[in-house]
């Protein structure tokens, strides 16, 4: 009975710390406790190009622009794909017929097969587009599925031959690149799928483990490799309390996290049925580490009692400064408390590297050090079983501070405000607000967001408005992986949910003495991206590409970026996590009036 009043004491306070949490920060799951909505932009307008949608579709409720293959589906008001679109231009703007370029779109159907084929502004001679239309040219590929109508041997139309010809050949290529991409998509859903099934493979190892100990103890050795090797080095799947925070205030996306959300599911019920520990002691890839370094035994140092007791409450009271410090809202980063982040090596910070190794040499002497004396994630974990002792008097107290804080910080929980500030003015009051994010939510930014931002960037002055500028949008997960892992003053795209990438474009920007005005222009176009990121809710960071020439090598060949484009900056894009704030830059000793310095 003792056994069970305690665990339902600690289960107690950590409903506490999590309710002060949510005070604190005003939402939890990424709900506003005040009732207030985040601004959402409907799709249901669609761009000029594709107004004859709705003469195809009585039944036109939105669309959603695939920003990596370029496709823009087609909604109904019950949410089913009605067919996607395909636009040729811009990839088959070099391709002229008599009196130019004949940009159309592709119009396919759900089971890939194409529907017709719909023709855009254009200055071709109509009576050459009425024969066509005569001849019903334009109806040759209804009914072909893409490799298909990619293949299709046609012949060009006598008395409009050049615009047949372009046609054919504007067809052949869009679909071309289309199918290209597709088919990188899929060796990245592929890639992706691994990533998730060989996790999950891992975890249900570590519960045949724990529910099977005896049996499965000759093969512990491999459960620590896959551990390290899997959950650690290849995927980062571990909990942390700057993971755990995030999600508790910012939510999660279960499916884009099914590995963690698992690992988290049964890191919490374990305990509470088994009274035992899951997480730390079968899953956590430092615990393995440790456990495998510990094997490698130099000499075996064991503490005493005295020491042991001094030692025992240090976990509690690094759980109670990380809560403390969410609450506060005090900016500091959570990963460095933790060692866990060191298998993501590269961009590790040099607190966290020196932890993880320190810890692993202790590991040599004494057993998993980390885990028995400094971890908060596993004292968070403890508090669902029911093991009685000092450390809950402990636990205990550390839950009736956390709540006086929670209470207090409520009470006087306004928004500082800035004296210079014209906070009646909403653009002034977004550029004082403006801040550079770097922690981001795993909450996914919409196409239309992303569209939104870049029609404010370019809507930006430029120099003899020649507007040389081009941007990059991505969204794709494993492309902004990749440039994180190779930008080093990127490595929050890690965890950004999309990115832009402003680029001069120098044939825009080839008239004299104007050139070398794109660099300007396209400053001026990310600042309005930043301050339209900011006024729809989302954050926003100026990484520079230009004119580090290793970063411009990174985003060329990883976008594959054309020869005319430039990479000015790439702009990290995501949800907040609320950790970065405003700086107030006012100084008035920097302002000289006329001519008195």
Request: proline share 4%; charged share 20%; glycine share 4%.
């Amino acid at each position: 009975m003792k056994t069970y009043n305690t665990k339902i004491l600690k289960i107690i306070i950590l409903i506490i710390g999590i309710t002060v949490v949510a005070v604190s920060s005003g939402k939890i799951f990424n709900y506003n406790l005040d009732g207030k909505t985040d601004f959402r932009k409907t799709q249901d307008k669609l761009p000029d190009e594709l107004i004859f949608v709705k003469e195809l579709s009585e039944d036109f409720a939105y669309y959603k622009h695939d920003t990596v293959s370029d496709r823009y589906n087609i909604y109904n008001s019950k949410g089913n794909l009605e067919f996607y679109i395909l636009l040729t231009s811009p990839y088959c703007d070099n391709i002229r017929g008599f009196g130019g370029s004949v940009p159309f779109a592709i119009i396919v159907n759900n089971s890939d097969k194409i529907i017709g084929l719909h023709l855009l502004n254009h200055y071709e001679t109509q009576s050459w587009i009425d024969k066509l239309n005569n001849n019903n040219f334009f109806d040759t590929w209804n009914g072909l599925d893409i490799q298909s109508a990619i293949t299709k041997n046609i012949d060009a139309v006598s008395g409009a031959t050049m615009t047949s010809e372009a046609v054919i050949e504007s067809i052949s290529r869009r679909l071309s690149e289309y199918k290209k991409v597709e088919e990188e998509k899929k060796k990245r859903i592929l890639y992706k799928d691994l990533g998730v099934i060989i996790p999950l493979i891992v975890i249900i190892f570590a519960l045949l483990s724990f529910l099977y100990p005896k049996k499965m103890a000759k093969l512990r050795i491999w459960l620590l490799l896959a551990s390290v090797g899997v959950l650690g080095f290849w995927q980062a799947d571990f909990l942390s309390m700057a993971l755990l925070s995030n999600w508790l205030i910012n939510g999660m996306s279960v499916m884009q996290n099914i590995v963690l959300f698992t690992i988290l599911v049964l890191s919490i019920l374990i305990p509470l049925i088994k009274n035992k520990p899951f997480y730390c002691q079968y899953v956590c890839p430092y615990g393995a580490a440790q456990e495998l370094a510990g094997k490698i035994k130099i000499k075996n140092i064991v503490l005493n009692n005295k020491t042991v007791k001094i030692l025992n409450p240090i976990k509690y009271i690094l759980l109670f400064i990380i809560t403390l410090i969410i609450v506060l809202k005090i900016d500091v980063s959570l990963e460095n408390f933790e060692p866990f982040s060191a298998f993501q090596f590269r961009f590790a910070s040099a607190v966290v590297l020196t932890i993880a190794l320190v810890m692993l040499v202790l590991s040599f002497f004494n057993n998993k050090p980390w885990c028995k004396f400094f971890c908060p994630t596993g004292a968070l974990f403890s508090m669902l079983r029911g093991k009685s002792g000092k450390t809950n008097l402990l636990a205990f107290g550390i839950g009736l501070i956390v709540f006086y804080s929670a209470i207090t910080l409520s009470c006087n929980n306004t928004k500082p405000k800035n004296d210079n500030m014209e906070i009646n003015n909403e653009t002034l009051r977004i550029i004082h607000e403006r801040k550079s994010v770097r922690n981001f939510t795993d909450k996914p930014v919409s196409d239309s967001d992303l569209e939104l931002l870049v029609k404010a960037g370019m809507a930006a002055p430029s120099a003899r408005n020649l507007q040389p500028w081009a941007f990059i949008i991505v969204n794709e997960r494993d492309i902004l992986d990749e440039l994180g892992k190779s930008l080093k003053n990127a490595r929050m795209l890690l965890n950004a949910q999309a990115a832009i990438i402003v680029c001069g474009d120098i044939t825009k920007a080839s008239m004299q003495p104007d050139s070398a005005y794109w660099v300007q222009d396209c400053c001026a176009a990310t600042q309005n991206i930043l301050l339209a990121a900011e006024s729809i809710g989302l954050g926003a960071v100026w990484t520079a590409a230009y004119p580090y020439l290793d970063r411009l090598e990174v985003v060329r060949n990883t976008l594959k970026v054309p020869e005319n484009l430039i990479p000015l900056n790439v702009i990290p894009i995501g949800y907040p996590t609320g950790e970065d704030k405003p700086k107030d830059k006012w100084d008035p000793e920097i302002v000289f009036w006329n001519n008195n310095y």
